[in-house]
């Protein structure tokens, strides 16, 4: 009997075995069969004997849209395979069936799959075209996307079963394809069915003896753990959704008004930079997460979630992107115990002196600077940096500490991120004796570690540059570009002569002042109108206040800044000051000015990219009755602070902590400017790079060689000047002119 219930010899009949046969319009008689027949396994055989014609898709021509492997689908047959043998081998099974379930495997390596926009079907003996979500040619098969979709999931397994010989075990098959591997485990076990974990822990335990991080568990979940090696396939299919993902995520983000995309840029294949979401620079790590999974693969990813301030956000091509957290993750994995890496420094170490392994500061570098002794020691031996380690001498170390207001986890996070490839690093506060230090880590490298394409090696006590052509080290020269120059000086040789208890002068300041000034106008061809002096009356406090205040808000990236000072010099034990022509010596830090006030702050904040700073200071003790603190001498910490951000400005200073700059009757000025003059003045040897430049690091070197001793040669006096640098550069401060 056909479908419209009327006899029909056999041989007339037709069958469709992929379908309803509606779609043929009523230009064949299809063969009646209730829903129960047309699920037998048996079905195909009883009708070949009865010489009933079998359409399947295979007679059809397939015009499909926008195809492309389906690697997804194959990897989750190759996941589920064990199972499903032994699900079929859990219950009675003829011979037939044995042989199929043994070709299994070789059967799924045979088979192509395919993914597309669109499918249909034409028949060349009549005229129609049909849309599908399933069609298969031999060891073919075409799906629509996505392939898990419940349109697909239909007729999927029942033409698998069909392809692999194994008719009647369709619902076995539709079940694994559509459960997650927790539910399947749980249902074997609930049935007695035998859980082929051996099988499924092959994967993990194979991509954990050949990946890098020997530190993961055997019993490590494959919910959260996957190795793109063992995994090529799968990887490849995943980077060909990561542009689509890339695209929607940063979409999405510029809908939401607390991220700002209009800097945004993709830095990496799936990371995206220069995002601001509430003032702050983030990072986005922008992942696909068809069939509910997120896979991170690539290294710039785990660097960027560990280093810098960064969100993961993924999506499905159909979905509104979403975030994912933490807090997800750790209610996923129900982790309740993290195991955290200490970082175990031996108090020796403290005491050791710069080396090809150790650097150390009071304060914390700047991120560029911290960046480079990074990459010096990935690439030499590997070493520790320690800030919250004062050098007292060459052999002597004192742990003076670091106080938490530092960020310096979130410096050593961006100084990592600097750095192409990332190297193995580990950072941690440690606590010696009652003060806490900060000490970083870093593991020698494999590899080249880079910053800016400079490559960056440990030489004795200083991080150099290697030439890559020479093979030479050398610390990097910088020649700043400016147009314009301006400079302050202030002198104060006189105070007040008013006070009751007058302040002592600065003998010889003044002349100081103007031996600066002239090689200003000869030697650094600045114009007098550039040139801003100040000295004795003219230095009240709201004066110097009100003239460089002026000056820092006018300077530009295109202009240099040189201050010179010469007068007393002090530090209340918080911050640095420098005397002024009215300050009082009973109110200390309300006459005086604060030089972070005046000077180092207005200058980080201004566009002025180099800056050149010198700081002749006398020091005298005076006690201020309303802070009741010793004022003592200049203080370099602070400096050092501010140095450490700015590679391109240089501090040069006329003593060390706990000295006194001393002025000389034979000279007619004070020793450190003296010599520091000279040298520009004459541009001797020792100051000159290549004949052609003076140097900030020459310079400072030249002044702490001649001023130490010729104040210990000829008065016995201890003055060793101090010049406060970016260790990896050598900036000039002007070309020698013939």
């Not at 919910?223 to 995994?231: A, Y």
């Not at 969100?311 to 975030?323: F, N, V």
């Not at 004796?433 to 910053?451: C, N, R, S």
């Not at 700059?661 to 000159?688: F, M, P, Q, R």
Request: glycine residues 4%; negative net charge; charged residues 25%.
């Amino acid at each position: 009997m056909n479908s419209k219930n009327t006899f029909t010899e056999c041989n007339n009949l037709y069958y469709f075995i992929d379908g309803n046969e509606t779609i043929f319009q009523e230009q064949y008689a299809f063969i009646k069969l209730n829903a129960k027949n047309k699920n037998h396994p048996n079905l195909k055989i009883l009708l070949t004997c009865f010489q009933v014609k079998l359409l399947t898709q295979n007679h059809f021509k397939l015009v499909y849209a926008n195809e492309e492997k389906c690697d997804s689908l194959k990897i989750k047959l190759n996941i589920i395979v064990p199972y499903f043998k032994s699900w079929i081998e859990h219950e009675e099974i003829d011979d037939n069936t044995k042989q199929n379930i043994l070709k299994l495997q070789n059967n799924i390596d045979d088979l192509e799959i395919y993914e597309a926009e669109d499918l249909k079907i034409t028949y060349e003996e009549m005229n129609f075209m049909k849309y599908v979500n399933l069609h298969v040619d031999k060891n073919k098969i075409y799906v629509t996307k996505p392939w898990n979709s419940n349109s697909v999931l239909l007729k999927l397994a029942e033409n698998l079963c069909t392809y692999f010989g194994l008719e009647g075990y369709s619902s076995k098959l539709d079940f694994l394809l559509r459960a997650e591997s927790d539910e399947i485990s749980k249902y074997f076990f609930q049935e007695g069915i035998e859980v082929p974990l051996k099988n499924m822990r092959d994967i993990t335990s194979l991509a954990i003896s050949e990946g890098d991080n020997d530190t993961y568990k055997k019993d490590i979940s494959e919910d959260f753990f996957e190795d793109s090696l063992q995994h090529l396939s799968r990887k490849t299919y995943i980077k060909s959704l990561i542009p689509r993902a890339v695209d929607n995520v940063l979409k999405y983000l510029s809908t939401l008004p607390e991220y700002d995309c209009t800097a945004a840029d993709v830095i990496s294949e799936s990371v995206i930079g220069g995002i601001i979401k509430n003032g702050n620079d983030i990072k986005v790590v922008a992942r696909p997460s068809d069939n509910d999974k997120i896979r991170l693969y690539y290294d710039s990813e785990f660097d960027v979630l560990e280093y810098v301030d960064a969100e993961i956000w993924y999506e499905d091509g159909i979905t509104p992107p979403k975030q994912f957290t933490l807090g997800q993750l750790l209610k996923m994995t129900k982790i309740n115990k993290i195991p955290i890496k200490k970082i175990n420094i031996k108090d020796a170490e403290f005491d050791n002196p710069k080396s090809e392994i150790l650097e150390f500061d009071a304060v914390p570098f700047s991120p560029e600077k911290t960046a480079k002794v990074i990459a010096s020691f990935a690439n030499t031996n590997g070493g520790t940096i320690v800030f919250g380690i004062k050098e007292l001498s060459p052999i002597k170390n004192e742990i003076v500490g670091l106080s938490t207001d530092f960020n310096v986890i979130d410096i050593t996070n961006k100084a990592i991120a600097m750095l192409n490839p990332t190297p193995n690093v580990s950072f941690d506060w440690i606590k010696k004796g009652e003060e806490l230090v900060f000490v970083i880590e870093t593991e020698k490298a494999d590899e080249d570690i880079l910053l800016n394409n400079q490559k960056y090696i440990r030489k004795v006590s200083s991080t150099v540059v290697l030439d890559d052509k020479t093979g030479k080290t050398d610390l990097m020269v910088n020649n700043p570009k400016f147009k314009r120059t301006v400079a302050i000086i202030i002198s104060i040789e006189n105070y007040f002569p008013k006070q009751i208890n007058p302040i002592s002068p600065v003998r010889y300041a003044n002349n100081d002042a103007e031996k600066f000034k002239e090689i200003l106008v000869n030697k650094f061809k600045i114009d007098e109108s550039d040139i801003i002096f100040l000295k004795n009356e003219q230095t009240i406090k709201n004066e110097i206040e009100d003239v460089v205040k002026y000056q820092m808000f006018s300077m530009t990236e295109e202009d240099r800044l040189i201050f010179y000072y010469v007068g007393h010099g002090f530090h209340d034990g918080t911050t640095n000051y420098i005397s002024t022509y009215d300050m009082s010596k009973t109110d200390i830090s309300n006459t005086a000015i604060s030089l972070r006030k005046l000077l180092l702050d207005p200058l980080k904040h201004s566009k002025c990219n180099n800056a050149l700073i010198f700081i002749d200071a006398c020091a005298q003790s005076f006690i201020d009755q309303y802070s009741r603190s010793t004022i003592s001498n200049i203080n370099t910490e602070e400096l050092m602070i501010f140095s450490n951000e700015f590679p391109h400005y240089a501090l040069f200073l006329s003593c060390q902590d706990g000295e006194s700059s001393y002025s000389c009757d034979k000279l007619k000025n004070g020793i450190w400017t003296h010599y520091l003059t000279k040298a520009i003045n004459e541009s001797v040897d020792e100051v000159t790079l290549n004949y052609k430049y003076i140097t900030d690091r020459k310079l400072g070197d030249y002044l702490s060689l001649n001023v130490s001793q010729y104040a210990k040669s000829q008065y016995g006096w201890i003055q060793n000047p101090k010049t406060i640098l970016d260790s990896s550069y050598e900036n000039v401060i002007n070309e020698v002119r013939g």
